[in-house]
DNA sequence: AATGAATGAGTATTCATTCAT
DNA sequence: TATGAATGAATACTCATTCAT
């Protein structure tokens, strides 16, 4: 990505997940990436079309997230332990920009992109499981494929529940992980 | 609910998922509603104050929904097949609008209202729960009230999953229900 | 004046005070005359048509003042350092309404009841110059009836700039009394 | 002043005069401006905030006309009947202008910033009166800086009486200036 | 490519006034 | 008379986008 969008898009970032896609101003944008407001739109036609690189960016800082922090060579359960950690970590930092994106399936006509988004996420998700599959550490009926996506969909919403009102406290939320874990665990061994 | 208040709610509904909380207009709200603009001011401090009664209103709807379809005699197998078939259709059809409250959470100030809307829904799960405990139809050290969350997150993601793209055909949606069910299934019981 | 009528009047005063004509709400005048909205409009037609009832008000205040303040049978010289005295305070506690009242003939139509309003001060005034003119205390050739609004103009004009800005100290103040009253002594006499 | 903040102003001063605050409109002023709406708010932050600026170009207007119309040369007792004269026509021009911005105190929270506006014309008061001073053309117990603001009150003040109804007859107001002229003759002199 | 001043469409909200009771 | 819910006209201000330099 040109180097200049790219400190677009990181600006957008912030000032989406400061004030939301409404209150978000271009100038704000502009602003936090050192450039003045005509530059924007000869990177991007519009605001809302800014959100295909966000979702890149963060597709990339995700795929970083779950490589830096899941061991290829840990077992399953380790490996299950460390893909909620780390989703609890992502979703945490970007629980506002996530539904941001999902939020701009509305707003925008970008609907097509953001199918890809996920893709990345469900893969390395996949090949965990086949690995895990393969070495027997759970049951042969999974079809890993399909069970990927189910199984961030659960990670992912517990961790949305978690985050979305500041007022839970860290004892809740380490109880929250350890819930998630037991029923996955539950879902796939046996 | 007042009449008059109801009426702006479910008109806000109507326009809210036609064109999005942002080109939603006041003026087409009242519109729908029958009534004079300033007369919403009344009734609502805001365009945005109309969420916390919208989401009183889809709660209703949801209970409603669950209410007719799940049997509270039925076994508890069958009243997950229930569930998932629920929450599937709820999902299909308000969508959108769910989304939109959610979306309420960044762009309005009645975060702590929304915190309400969930309970009744973990409610009704961890009656279910908790019959089926008393049953021994789920093991035992199932700790219903996390785990009625954590079920109903799995499944809205699985429908969520579903429904986000059009493109979705029959088979598919009724494949991934199948994979929820057992997924829940193996989680639960054992 | 009919006791509702007068009431209203009394509230209309106070906030057209605290808040400026533009400001000022009928609900909030009604709040203060402790009646309904709609009752408003059976005494006055309209906001701004409570203005010279306001004026009769200010009317009565200040001659009431005047009278209080202003010893019929002292010297002109003391007369007119109770004047003066009387002039400031009436400015102090009234200065924005009589402002507003100013400037209501921008606003309203009523540019020809707000003539009258100050006759009755110029009257007064009259009367004191043509005491102190028959008992010699200030120079014959005094036409009282014009160097009565010119008179009453200086002192008001004094006592504007002393109240305009809160800053003015106390000793300020003192020191414009005495720098009118010497003005205005010298002007007369001699 | 910047060009078109000048324009603006300009705009601004008529638009005012002719419909008061209230009704003025926003896209009048940037009508008679030749200029954007929006552009009006890269130079003034809302429509009160003109105010200020008005002001600078009355004190501007008012400080060439005294030194148009006052003969420095004069005796002082010239200089006060020209004085008089331009203090009566900028009242007859100005009058609404001059109570919109004086009205201006009571709607905006811009009163410090009016402080400033009567200096320049003190001032050159108190030039004429220290001259005459020196020149032993009044008594020399004259404080020029006190009687400076008191002299100008007084001659203003008449001019407003003369002015604010539309009834008012050259004769009579040929008359309040030779009034005005003695009375302040007397006050002075001696 | 970059700038940033200028544009002008678009709308939530207020509040004086009305009117059915 | 009195009420107060309902009305709806009216407008300041914002900000994405453009364009002359």
New interface residues.
């Given amino acids: 990505m040109d180097d200049k969008k790219r400190s677009i898009t990181l600006s957008a970032i912030n000032v989406f997940q400061e004030k939301?896609?409404?209150?978000a101003k271009v100038s704000d944008i502009v602003k936090g990436a050192g450039i003045a407001q005509g530059t924007f739109y000869l990177y991007f036609p519009s605001k809302l079309s800014v959100m295909p690189s966000i979702a890149e960016v963060m597709v990339e800082k995700t795929l970083e997230e779950l490589t830096k922090n899941i061991d290829e060579k840990a077992s399953f359960k380790i490996q299950l332990e460390q893909l909620i950690n780390s989703v609890f970590e992502l979703t945490k930092n970007y629980r506002?920009i996530l539904?941001?994106i999902?939020?701009g399936?509305?707003?925008s006509e970008h609907?097509q992109e953001w199918?890809a988004i996920y893709e990345p996420y469900y893969a390395q998700i996949d090949k965990m499981l086949n690995r895990a599959l393969i070495n027997g550490e759970i049951?042969q009926s999974i079809?890993t494929k399909?069970?990927a996506?189910?199984?961030l969909?659960?990670i992912?919403?517990?961790a949305?529940?978690s985050y979305?009102?500041d007022?839970q406290n860290d004892e809740k939320i380490a109880?929250?992980k350890r819930?998630?874990f037991e029923?996955?665990t539950?879902?796939?061994f046996?």
């Fill in positions: 939301g896609i409404e209150k506002e539904a941001l999902y939020a399936l509305a707003s609907l199918e049951r079809q399909q069970i996506s189910i199984l969909g659960l992912e919403s517990a949305d529940q979305l009102y007022s109880q929250k819930d998630v029923f996955a539950h879902a796939l046996n």
